[in-house]
């Protein structure tokens, strides 16, 4: 087959004038890859495309579920005959998104990046088609991988969750003492194994509840609901907390702050995770404050605490998937996804959540933080 023909034949090239299909043949390469050969590995700087032709190439992400943890490799595509790999050689910053290997014996054309997109600023018409195709797989790429990352989770979570419920009901039944009389160690000892079994179900319903959110379920649970109940309720749950480690709520949630429409248990969760955060990086006598403003068109809550505030470096990923800050003199970590769940749901919303830190900078005092959440009156959240 020639080049031409390749090209033509091909979903990024086919249609564009011949003359375009000669040029851009003219600043390609044939290559042949063995099964087992990569032709891209993710992180370097991208400077060819590469258009399969006949054979079969994995697309493979590497995914961390740790900032701490190792970095595995998922397949997330398989590109065939007439498919592109590279997209990134044509988009700054020119850096492979992703390592592509080869699954069986793959004759392909290599494609100058830089000099396609030369070609394609002199040829706008035929450029705009071109690029119309890279940003639909590169659409398809990233929303394949969220589908297969969410499916995962929530397959794996599912599976997860029965058995370590059986093993804390078993632990609570030993904790009771109802088959007999345990030991002050062996109580530590169970009491400790059952904290380790609550944050791994904490754990696994987070994980449950990305894939959720990912997957757009929650339009069902959206009702008028009245925030200021929200609050309050969100608030009885954590003041056990606040007590117990001696730190100070202080609460202005007024009572004409009108409706929203809005999942209730959803923003609860959210409330609930930034107030217990707040709580718990707040040293003793420390303070914590909520505050509810209706602002007409839209609901403000404002979360701040004198505690450890949040280091510049962390501000930035705070709101990532398993990010966990650096800045927590060997407190407890906890999961890494509370926050991240709550930006999912405040964006169902509609709505926007981001942190200030430290409180006072005016002051020069590195403590303390803000969390600020707004909430429209109504969403268009699926």
């Known amino acids: 087959m020639s080049v031409v023909r390749a090209l033509r034949e091909s979903e990024a090239f086919e249609g564009l004038p011949h003359e375009v299909l000669q040029a851009i043949a003219a600043i390609s390469s044939e290559r042949t890859y063995e099964p087992g050969d990569v032709l891209t590995n993710e992180g370097e700087p991208a400077n060819i495309l590469i258009l399969v032709v006949e054979g079969k190439v994995a697309v493979e992400k590497r995914i961390v579920l740790s900032h701490r943890g190792p970095a595995r490799r998922a397949t997330v595509d398989v590109v065939t005959d007439g498919q592109l790999v590279g997209w990134s050689a044509m988009v700054p910053p020119r850096e492979r998104t992703a390592t592509t290997i080869c699954v069986v014996r793959t004759r392909a054309l290599a494609i100058d990046g830089d000099e396609l997109f030369r070609l394609l600023e002199e040829q706008p018409r035929a450029g705009f088609r071109v690029m119309v195709h890279l940003a639909s797989v590169a659409s398809s790429r990233l929303r394949e991988t969220t589908h297969r990352l969410s499916y995962l989770l929530s397959i794996a979570s599912h599976d997860l969750k029965a058995p370590l419920a059986a093993v804390e009901s078993y632990q609570q039944v030993l904790l009771g003492e109802f088959v007999g009389p345990i030991t002050d160690k062996q109580r530590q000892l169970l009491l400790r194994c059952s904290e380790r079994t609550k944050d791994a179900l904490e754990l696994i319903s987070d994980f449950l509840d990305v894939s959720r959110l990912e997957a757009g379920q929650m339009h069902g649970e959206l009702e008028i609901i009245s925030l200021a109940n929200v609050a ?52 003793v006598g420390g303070q914590v404050g909520l505050v509810v403003e209706d602002r007409g068109d839209h609901v403000r809550i404002e979360i701040a605490d004198t505690g450890i505030g949040i280091q510049p470096e962390d501000l930035p990923r705070i709101f990532d998937d398993f990010y966990r800050g650096t800045n927590t003199d060997g407190q407890d970590l906890g999961t890494g996804l509370g926050l991240a769940v709550a930006r999912r749901i405040i964006a169902a919303h509609g709505g926007r959540i981001w942190v200030e830190s430290p409180l006072c900078p005016e002051a020069e005092i590195n403590k303390g933080s803000r969390f600020v959440i707004t909430l429209p009156r109504h969403t268009s959240a699926t």
């Open 232 to 283: 309050r309720r969100s608030v009885e749950i954590v003041q056990p907390k606040a007590d117990e480690k001696g730190v100070h709520l202080n609460v202005n949630i007024p009572q004409d702050v009108a409706g929203i429409q809005g999942a209730a248990l959803r923003l609860q969760q959210v409330l609930v995770n930034v107030l217990s955060n707040a709580v718990r990086y707040t040293p």
